[in-house]
């Protein structure tokens, strides 16, 4: 059975950094594309970053472009997301998922097959 269990969150002031992990198991994480998502109170989830299966192809939101990166180690089964130069509109519940696809990936919530729970980030001075 596939899972996906994020971690990282926490409280941390403007301007401050944070890196989220996602832990992948029960699939060969090899063959999915991995995506974060994050959902912030009364808005809709957006996609914030995604890396396709081969690690060659990234994609990354105009609103964190700059800021955020994406990373995996398939050696670990762990996929990375790295925050940098947080602001109060980063606060959001995060989420990793994942679809299976080969040498894409893609930022829209509909293709993808497995969610994790999500980790809350809170950026509060």
């Known amino acids: 059975q596939l899972k996906a269990v994020e971690s990282g969150g926490g409280l941390v002031q403007p301007g401050g950094s944070l890196r989220l992990s996602c832990v992948i198991s029960?699939?060969?994480?090899?063959?999915?594309?991995i995506g974060w998502f994050r959902q912030a109170p009364g808005k809709v989830r957006e996609g914030v970053a995604c890396?396709?299966?081969?690690?060659?192809?990234?994609n990354v939101a105009d609103s964190v472009k700059g800021r955020f990166t994406i990373s995996r180690d398939d050696a670990v089964d762990t996929i990375y997301l790295h925050m940098n130069h947080l602001n109060a509109e980063d606060t959001a519940v995060y989420y990793c998922?994942?679809?299976?696809?080969?040498?894409?990936?893609?930022?829209?919530?509909?293709?993808?097959?497995?969610w994790g729970q999500g980790t809350q980030v809170t950026v509060s001075s």
């Open positions: 998922a994942a679809y299976r696809a080969q040498f894409v990936c893609s930022l829209d919530e509909g293709r993808y097959t497995s």
């Open positions: 029960g699939f060969n994480l090899r063959a999915y594309a």
């Open positions: 890396v396709s299966n081969d690690q060659r192809h990234h």
